[in-house]
């Protein structure tokens, strides 16, 4: 019952303070939760398709009727399988980006999983290495950091490209 206070809490919290999302390719933005939930904005810029990068949110999206979802319900924790989600978050981005829309990857804080899922799509689609990727990923959000084990995952799928 406390934890799910404070996940309430905390939720508020980002909803209030870090609503928008960001840019960090053509047509791929990165945000929190806040901003998975801030529809008017969303729909300012275009979005049409959103990517849920972790538990715990409704499975159906915050608003089913406006936008297409996806889930990749992943803790972010260093020992989590990320990877084992990067070809259906990929497929999912190139998709939505192939029909001329534009995707919102979101994590709770918008700072791991989604990083990590931005930075796997800008490798793959554009050919960038993970230093390139991030940086690019941090202009725009600076908080944006994956953590020890995504990291470790990235580097792996680095190493295949």
């Known amino acids: 019952r406390v934890k799910a ?3 309430a809490l905390l939720t508020a919290r980002s909803v209030k303070n870090d ?17 998975a939930k801030n529809v008017e904005a969303l729909r300012e810029l275009g979005v049409t398709h959103v990517l849920t990068a972790c538990g715990g ?3 159906e999206g915050f608003y089913p009727d ?18 084992e989600h990067f070809d259906r978050c ?25 990083a990590t899922i931005c930075a796997m799509y800008m490798m ?19 908080c944006a950091q994956p953590n ?4 470790r995952a990235l580097r792996a799928l680095e190493r295949s490209l």
């Open 19 to 35: 609503s928008r999302a960001v840019e960090v390719t053509k047509g791929v933005y990165i945000g929190s939760v806040g901003a």
């Open 90 to 114: 990929f497929d999912f981005i190139r998709d939505a980006l192939a029909r001329d829309g534009k995707v919102l990857v979101h994590c709770f804080q918008g700072k791991s999983r989604s």
């Open 57 to 59: 949110m409704p499975r």
């Open 5 to 7: 206070l404070f996940a």
């Open 124 to 142: 793959r689609a554009l050919g960038m290495d993970l230093d390139e990727a991030m940086t690019a990923i941090r202009e725009v959000r600076p």
């Open 66 to 83: 406006d936008f297409e979802y996806a889930t990749c319900a992943v803790d972010d924790k260093p020992d989590a399988a990320i990877d």
């Open 148 to 151: 020890s084990g995504f990291i």
